[in-house]
């Protein structure tokens, strides 16, 4: 999903995403307008074997107004030989305008990066926390999908323990 223009609101959304391709591949994507997301689920899978491309389950390119609460965001790319980054969160610039929380952020595989903000790539919850000033209330737990990379919503259900 791109939101580049005008106000939207993205919401209850499953978002499956990924093949073995070196690719860059975005989930959600921002870079202008007033953007809402609530109660969406990115998951990204593959495992590239070339390339340097990355991928991240939500991209901010620009510091317009987004809040982004109660998402999981999961990116399971893994490389194999590529040397990408695979983020569950991108956030280009610093956080104006910016709202985040109640999130759960995840990676998994060779590559895998729990963010980046405003020039720095950070590893942990607790670093992200740090750097955002907010998500508070967010978590880095692996959310146990049904059966994650599946074609019905049921394929996407969190374990219990989810609490975004």
Do not use: C
């Not at 580049?4 to 202008?32: E, K, Q, R, V, W």
């Not at 609530?38 to 495992?47: P, R």
């Not at 939500?58 to 490389?79: C, E, K, L, M, V």
């Not at 695979?86 to 956080?95: G, I, K, L, N, T």
Request: charged share 10%; hydrophobic share 30%.
């Amino acid at each position: 999903i791109d939101l580049i223009s005008g106000t939207n609101t993205t919401h209850n959304n499953i978002l499956s995403l990924g093949n073995n391709n070196p690719s860059t591949i975005y989930g959600i994507s921002t870079s202008g307008g007033i953007n809402n997301m609530y109660f969406n689920t990115v998951y990204l899978l593959g495992t590239p074997t070339s390339g340097t491309l990355n991928s991240s389950a939500i991209y901010s390119s620009a510091a317009n107004t987004r809040d982004i609460r109660n998402n999981i965001f999961f990116n399971a790319r893994s490389n194999s030989g590529a040397t990408g980054n695979h983020f569950a969160a991108y956030f280009a610039d610093a956080a104006t305008g910016l709202t985040l929380d109640y999130n759960d952020y995840f990676v998994t595989g060779t590559g895998g990066l729990l963010g980046f903000f405003n020039n720095s790539s950070i590893n942990s919850i607790s670093d992200w926390k740090t750097a955002t000033s907010m998500d508070v209330r967010s978590q880095s737990i692996n959310p146990l999908l049904s059966n994650a990379g599946g074609t019905s919503a049921s394929d996407y259900f969190p374990s219990p323990e989810i609490n975004p």
